[in-house]
């Protein structure tokens, strides 16, 4: 990217011309990387510090000219980058900035708005008020929920848990919890399988860790509607106040779908707060043969879905729906007379639905994404990797050296390498599979993660990114297979078959 240029003059912004030139440059570097992202390792190669050490340990004095800063980026920057954009990236959850969001986020960036009040960008709020009634419909979830953007799906939960306690009617918002010998403590219940943002929105919300009880699952990792029931009853004759029942569609570790029609059921009998987790998972609900995976959803209090996990949307985008919008905003309406403003209550200031004042334009990024690739395209996408899923499942299944660790709802795969004459509770197969996961990780090509699973140590096989082709999975397979053989773990003539 570099090539000469002026600096920045003693007062106001970069030139106008100077930023057009460096504008269409920084341009023609993402089309170029989005074109062909595998030329980088998917994984970093650098080591801790060695970014830190190539970089000066003060600001400069004076201006530098963007050229130079721009080789920076590409010579320092950009070795120490992990590249989420990268179709062999299928680690934690595959994500996508696609070029839509890419724009989007350039557009925010231009306008810089700070969509706290409607009147600070009437269209930021409006935009995002009807972006977030278009994904509702597409999630086939009832007109009852109102939605509003966060950043991530833990603030997402935190928020939502905040309105849980607020509905206990606690007057927690006015008087706090501390020395409060009239509230008895309060518990949150979620799966054991369920992601640490429950219990990190706990901690924040004064229930502590121990305000969550964690709920046994079966055999599929969903959680045990019948030892939630028990759990309850329990707890309230011990003493706990229950407020929130915590739903997972698509946990973390396994992708499992908690059952949320009978969860719901339980939450209505006793009276709590039903929030669902569908950050990773909500999404296939957009297509019509995968409704069901939202199913009892509707009798939610919120349920929350991220764009920047499966729907092509770069990070940040996690969107909340919520039934009972009125008890959140009441959890956090705080208004100083120098944010009033004079449209009332005739206009949302999405200020009020959280404990932020200050919030990024994010509708414009997603309102992008939804229009450029229409449902039939989002649909199209989201089917294909749960085929890539699907069909890496069946080389797992297929082999007698791999072994699957649990179903493939979506398009994740759990597994392992488990040699044939290795006995399934043999030692040694959890030290095997880290190695194994080292060695692939290092290829350059494949970036997978791993969860522990009832003391298994697994690999995971997340596909999302839109730029992931079966060549991509194919390769991972081989790869994987390759380093199996390397490792001295399987009989030639099978790995190399
Ligand atoms: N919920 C689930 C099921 C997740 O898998 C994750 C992250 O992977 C989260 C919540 C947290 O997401 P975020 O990074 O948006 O806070």
Redesign the pocket.
């Known amino acids: 990217m570099a090539s000469d240029g002026m600096v920045a003059g003693p007062l106001g912004d970069l030139d106008p011309e100077e930023f057009r030139r460096h504008g269409h440059e920084v341009v023609d570097w993402i089309a170029g990387f989005l074109a062909a992202p595998e030329r980088y390792p998917v994984l970093a190669r650098v080591k801790p510090g060695d970014v830190r050490g190539a970089l000066p340990a003060s600001a400069p004095d004076g201006p530098e000219p963007l050229d130079r800063v721009l080789a920076d980026f590409e010579r320092v920057i950009l070795p120490g980058i992990t590249h989420w954009n990268h179709p062999g990236f299928f680690a934690?959850?595959a994500i996508s900035g696609s070029a839509p969001g890419i724009l989007g986020e350039l557009l925010c960036a231009a306008l810089n708005v700070n969509a706290m009040l409607w009147r600070t960008s009437p269209a930021a709020t409006e935009l995002e008020d009807v972006v977030l009634d278009w994904l509702r419909k597409l999630l086939g979830l009832p007109a009852g929920f109102r939605g509003v953007i966060y950043?991530?799906?833990?603030?997402?939960?935190l928020c939502a848990l905040a309105a849980a306690r607020e509905a206990a009617g606690l007057e927690v918002r006015e008087r706090g919890m501390a020395g409060r010998p009239d509230i008895p403590r309060l518990r949150v219940y979620t799966s054991e399988q369920?992601?640490s943002?429950v219990e990190k929105g706990a901690i924040v919300l004064g229930l502590g860790r121990e305000g969550v009880r964690k709920i046994p699952t079966d055999a599929e990792f969903r959680m045990d509607p019948a030892a939630l029931a028990r759990a309850i009853t329990e707890d309230r004759a011990a003493g706990w106040r229950p407020i929130a029942v915590c739903a997972?569609v698509?946990?973390?570790g396994t992708t499992s779908v908690d059952p949320v029609p009978a969860i719901a059921d339980i939450a209505a009998r006793e009276g709590l707060w039903l929030h669902v987790?569908a950050?990773?998972?909500g999404v296939a609900a957009i297509l019509p043969e995968r409704r069901e995976v939202l199913a009892g959803c509707d009798r939610a209090d919120s349920i929350?879905v991220?764009p920047?996990?499966w729907l092509f949307t770069p990070v940040?985008c996690?969107a909340l729906f919520c039934r009972r919008s009125d008890v959140l905003k009441r959890a956090f309406t705080l208004v100083p007379s120098f944010l009033q403003t004079p449209e009332g209550t005739a206009v949302e200031n999405y200020m009020d639905w959280g404990p932020q004042l200050g919030r990024r334009f994010r509708a414009l990024k997603l309102w992008m994404v939804l229009r450029a690739f229409g449902r039939s395209g989002i649909e199209a996408r989201l089917s294909e990797h749960m085929r890539l899923g699907r069909l890496f499942a069946e080389w797992v299944d297929g082999d007698p050296d791999w072994e699957r660790i649990a179903p493939v709802p979506f398009s994740t795969v759990v597994f392992r390498l488990r040699p044939r004459v290795w006995a399934s509770d043999d030692p040694r197969l959890h030290a095997l599979n880290e190695r194994l996961l080292e060695g692939v990780n290092a290829s350059g090509e494949a970036f997978l993660s791993h969860v522990v699973l009832g003391g298994r140590y697994a690999l995971r096989l997340a596909i999302g990114n839109i730029r992931t082709e079966e060549r991509h999975v194919r390769r991972a397979w081989e790869i994987l297979r390759a380093e199996a053989l390397r490792l001295g773990a399987l009989p030639v003539t099978v790995a190399g078959g």
């Open positions: 934690y959850f950043d991530t799906a833990s603030i997402s939960t369920a992601h943002s997972t698509g946990t973390t987790d950050a990773y998972g929350v991220n920047h996990k940040d996690s």
